[in-house]
T-cell receptor, first 113, second 111 residues
Framework: DTEVTQTPKHLVMGMTNKKSLKCEQH?????MYWYKQKAKKPPELMFV???????INESVPSRFSPECPNSSLLNLHLHALQPEDSALYLC????????????FGQGTRLTVV | TQLLEQSPQFLSIQEGENLTVYCNSS?????LQWYRQEPGEGPVLLVT?????EVKKLKRLTFQFGDARKDSSLHITAAQPGDTGLYLC???????????FGQGTRLTINP
């Protein structure tokens, strides 16, 4: 099983809403990642969790709040987003602490209105 | 800052032709990944190469990691319309916890 599952697949939210994106993997991977991808651009790293601890925050605005409840789950809490935050949000996981052989989920298409 | 330059950015060819996509850097990477991405979907891992000079084959796709671990190539033989998509290379720096992505190659195979 090399599956990373993300929910929801699509999300439309207002600028005053609070919502959460969810990611789950059962490959025993100990590193999990959030990426943001704008149209026609490569993925941009947002956060890295290693062994359930936040190890990298790429200077992401505080309106994005990650959470890793356990080794299989990764959440991204969203609050007071801006229209320019509309993008495809991707979750990925990999073994141990290195990003090689990273597997990506299908993504959540987020639209902020 | 590690950068990966991918070329060409766009490629449109006829079914049955061969093609090569390149991924180059001035930096050394401990591993390099190739992904294919369909519109609105997440990238799908095709291969990881870790040894300088390594060659891996996946059906009609051949991946090579440069001897100096600074570059990689993806060669597709007898391209088919199902090969259409965005191809991304991504390198792992030494001791880094993140991937450096190339800008991608948007490949279109015309029937």
């Amino acid at each position: 099983d090399t599956e990373v599952t993300q929910t929801p697949k699509h999300l439309v939210m207002g600028m005053t809403n609070k919502k959460s994106l969810k990611c789950e993997q059962h490959m025993g991977h100990r590193a999990m990642y959030w990426y943001k991808q704008k149209a026609k651009k490569p993925p941009e790293l947002m956060f890295v969790y290693s062994y359930e601890k936040l190890s990298i925050n790429e200077s992401v605005p505080s309106r994005f709040s990650p959470e890793c409840p356990n080794s299989s789950l990764l959440n991204l809490h969203l609050h007071a987003l801006q229209p320019e935050d509309s993008a495809l949000y991707l979750c990925a996981s990999s073994q141990d602490q290195g990003p090689s052989w990273a597997f990506f989920g299908q993504g959540t298409r987020l639209t902020v209105v | 800052t590690q950068l990966l330059e991918q070329s060409p950015q766009f490629l449109s060819i006829q079914e049955g032709e061969n093609l090569t996509v390149y991924c180059n850097s001035s930096s050394v990477f401990s591993s390099l990944q190739w992904y294919r991405q369909e519109p609105g979907e997440g990238p799908v891992l095709l291969v990881t190469v870790v040894t300088g000079g390594e060659v891996k084959k996946l059906k009609r796709l051949t991946f090579q990691f440069g001897d100096a671990r600074k570059d990689s190539s993806l060669h597709i033989t007898a391209a088919q319309p199902g090969d259409t998509g965005l191809y991304l290379c991504a390198g792992e720096g030494w001791g880094a916890q993140k991937l450096v992505f190339g800008q991608g190659t948007r490949l279109t195979i015309n029937p």
